[in-house]
T-cell receptor, first 115, second 113 residues
Framework: AQKITQTQPGMFVQEKEAVTLDCTYD???????LFWYKQPSSGEMIFLIY??????QNATEGRYSLNFQKARKSANLVISASQLGDSAMYFC????????????FGSGTKLNVKP | DVKVTQSSRYLVKRTGEKVFLECVQD?????MFWYRQDPGLGLRLIYF???????EKGDIPEGYSVSREKKERFSLILESASTNQTSMYLC????????????FGEGSRLTVL
């Protein structure tokens, strides 16, 4: 069965510091993609970063990077130099490559950035 | 990137009313989704559509139906709203190409009294 686990319901980080949001997954699919989304209080889900299971390097997008450890089935999101605008819910998601209509989402982590 | 627009940000309806939630995309993507979001439960798929007039049930279709008469528009229908359908509803679109990431609308927060 496919499953995404985010064990941190809420986190605090000081502005300008780095923070890691945890995500572990369970899948029997040989090829899959991992995604992170940000949801501000306004409600819209914003795509942040993608990692393919066969990608050799960890994905990076600006201040976001994905710490992908395939053997451990973890896909942690690292946000460097946190900003007040980073305060939001963050969701990890997974999809099998061959079944692009089926996404699995974690329950989310609420990040609060303190000034 | 595709722009996804949901017709209503906030709705308040009474038990038993028929509710329409509309979603429109500005691209030509085949795949559109309706999710329900509740605290602690993440996102749960209600229905998705892979083309005009084509639909498939997701994980929680009970109490919902959908309509896709035009490629750019995907509607979620609550035939007879109930209080347990009070939730945030998110529409999403994907091209299915490349990473195949979902693009979401701003969400519709429905309260059923």
């Amino acid at each position: 069965a496919q499953k995404i686990t985010q064990t941190q319901p809420g986190m605090f980080v000081q502005e300008k510091e780095a923070v890691t949001l945890d995500c572990t997954y369970d899948t029997s699919d040989p090829s899959y993609g991992l995604f992170w989304y940000k949801q501000p209080s306004s409600g819209e889900m914003i795509f942040l970063i993608y990692q393919g299971s066969y990608d050799q390097q960890n994905a990076t997008e600006g201040r976001y990077s994905l710490n992908f450890q395939k053997a451990r089935k973890s896909a942690n999101l690292v946000i460097s130099a946190s900003q007040l605008g980073d305060s939001a819910m963050y969701f990890c998601a997974m999809r099998a490559v061959y079944n692009f209509n089926k996404f699995y989402f974690g329950s989310g982590t609420k990040l609060n950035v303190k000034p | 990137d595709v722009k996804v627009t949901q017709s209503s940000r906030y709705l308040v309806k009474r038990t038993g009313e028929k509710v329409f939630l509309e979603c429109v995309q500005d691209m030509d993507h085949e795949n559109m989704f309706w999710y329900r979001q509740d605290p602690g439960l993440g996102l749960r798929l209600i229905y998705f559509s892979y083309d005009v007039k084509m639909k498939e049930k997701g994980d929680i279709p009970e109490g919902y139906s959908v309509s896709r008469e035009k490629k750019e528009r995907f509607s979620l229908i609550l035939e007879s709203a109930s209080t347990n359908q009070t939730s945030m509803y998110l529409c999403a679109v994907t091209s299915g190409q490349g990473a195949g990431e979902l693009f979401f609308g701003e969400g519709s927060r429905l309260t059923v009294l």
